[in-house]
């Protein structure tokens, strides 16, 4: 199950990255050229978060019964806070994650509730570019932290 949940959190990192990019082009060309919020931005926005919530099931799921890192963490949280890879994976990536989750859907509900065809386009744009910043940064990148993944499995 590991193996299989690990894989699948790799892909669906993708899907998130190319939903958050689309919605982000979309909304900001919206925005800018005061279009409607169609039906497809509607769905796009959706799916975006859609595909947010299903990485952070995913990731609670490794994170507190699957993965052998973070049981090797749970075992000494104090020397894992010390070793800053072990810190990545028990505070900074899911901190960071649960944080890019939050904003991707008050962003969503913002946008839904947003009274103008200018402000939905508006609030779906900085709301999903922040999340998508704040996730590219968690992900393991090595971006501003030491860990490295596959960009591929």
Not at 118 to 135: D, G, P, Q, S, V
């Amino acid at each position: 199950m590991y193996n299989f949940l690990l894989h699948f959190h790799s892909i669906n990192r993708w899907l998130v990255l190319i939903a958050a990019l689309i919605v982000i082009i979309q909304s900001f060309s919206g925005w800018r050229n005061h279009s409607p919020f169609t039906k497809g931005n509607n769905i796009t926005h959706s799916a975006f978060v859609g595909f947010v919530h299903l990485q952070f099931l995913t990731g609670i799921l490794l994170y507190f019964v699957f993965s052998p890192i973070t049981q090797q963490i749970f075992n000494d949280f104090g020397a894992a806070m010390k070793n800053s890879t072990l810190r990545f994976w028990a505070v900074e990536h899911i901190l960071g994650m649960f944080i890019g989750t939050v904003l991707a859907q008050v962003g969503r509900t913002a946008s839904k509730k947003a009274t103008t065809n200018e402000l939905k386009h508006k609030r779906a744009f900085i709301y999903t570019l922040i999340a998508l910043i704040i996730i590219l940064l968690s992900i393991p990148f090595g971006i501003i932290n030491p860990e490295t993944r596959p960009l591929w499995r």
